[in-house]
């Protein structure tokens, strides 16, 4: 059973960073994939971003390409998420998730954290 902890969160105004961090319990080389994922109320979730955790390859969704980087720490079993230049529309539940499928496929993704809120004011 993977846990994982996301922190990082919070208020920002637009045009700001912040760093979601996500730890796991369990050796992030061994669980293969790990991702962010938001949900906004009356929205479907949306995968943001994606990392397998072997290396070689990430995935950054359309919506936040060349504002928001994943990368990874071994050492201390945690994924980032650098989210730069934030819009409004990146407020947002913000949850971190791991698995060891194949793909970044949301359906790859078995083990998810409790959510960090992610509010971008104008």
């Known amino acids: 059973q993977v846990q994982l902890v996301e922190s990082g969160g919070g208020s920002v105004q637009a045009g700001g960073s912040l760093r979601l961090s996500c730890a796991s319990s369990?050796?992030?080389?061994?669980?293969?994939?790990m991702g962010w994922f938001r949900q906004t109320p009356g929205k479907e979730r949306e995968a943001v971003a994606c990392?397998?955790?072997?290396?070689?390859?990430?995935y950054i969704a359309d919506s936040v390409k060349g504002r928001f980087t994943i990368a990874q720490d071994n050492a201390k079993n945690t994924v980032y998420l650098q989210m730069n230049s934030l819009k409004p529309e990146d407020t947002s539940l913000y949850y971190c998730?791991?698995?060891?499928?194949?793909?970044?496929?949301?359906?790859?993704?078995?083990?998810w954290g409790q959510g960090t809120q992610v509010t971008v004011s104008s």
């Open positions: 990392i397998y955790t072997r290396g070689g390859f990430t």
């Open positions: 998730a791991a698995g060891s499928g194949s793909s970044c496929a949301t359906e790859s993704f078995g083990y």
């Open positions: 369990e050796y992030i080389y061994s669980i293969k994939y």
